[in-house]
């Protein structure tokens, strides 16, 4: 199945709103990949970085019969993907892998790129002290 996935910083939920697989020219700082469920990859990342139990992440565009959802990534994800080293982000990518396998899969060969370049929007929400989001399409 396709999927397709950006996370991006936005000022706020106005704009992230907008922000789509028809929207992909909007300034925003961004990263896209594919090939997994954002939703399910940010609770995996919470739990193997953080530890205990995901927080909700809270959603702006609910996903409807389209496919297409919009959610803001939790706070705490984002302070522990800012504040995580390179080797930190290593080994949680390859955790994240084998945890993903059980499930739908998440993309191995990229995941440790994944987290590393989602973890430099993270660190750059915090400088501009806004939001990261993530939209994604799987239809």
């Known amino acids: 199945m ?46 193997l970085l953080v530890g205990g139990v995901a927080s909700d992440f809270r959603v702006v565009v609910p996903m409807k019969c389209d496919g297409f959802m919009v959610f803001e990534v939790q706070e ?22 084998e945890r993903a396998e059980v499930k739908d899969g998440a993309p191995a ?6 987290l590393t370049e989602v973890a430099g929007l993270a660190r750059t929400a915090g400088d501009l002290g806004q939001p990261l989001y993530c939209w994604y399409f799987a239809p």
Not at 9 to 36: L, N, Q
Not at 109 to 114: G, K
């Open 76 to 97: 705490r994800l984002c302070s522990a993907l800012a504040a995580a080293s390179r080797a930190r982000l290593v080994e949680v990518a390859a955790q994240w892998v």
């Open 109 to 114: 060969e990229v995941a440790v790129e994944i």
């Open 2 to 47: 396709l999927r397709v996935v950006e996370f991006f910083v936005a000022p706020d939920d106005g704009a992230a709103a907008v922000v789509g697989p028809r929207r992909r020219g909007h300034g925003f700082p961004e990263f896209g990949c594919a090939d997994f469920f954002p939703d399910e990859a940010v609770d995996d990342w919470e739990v």
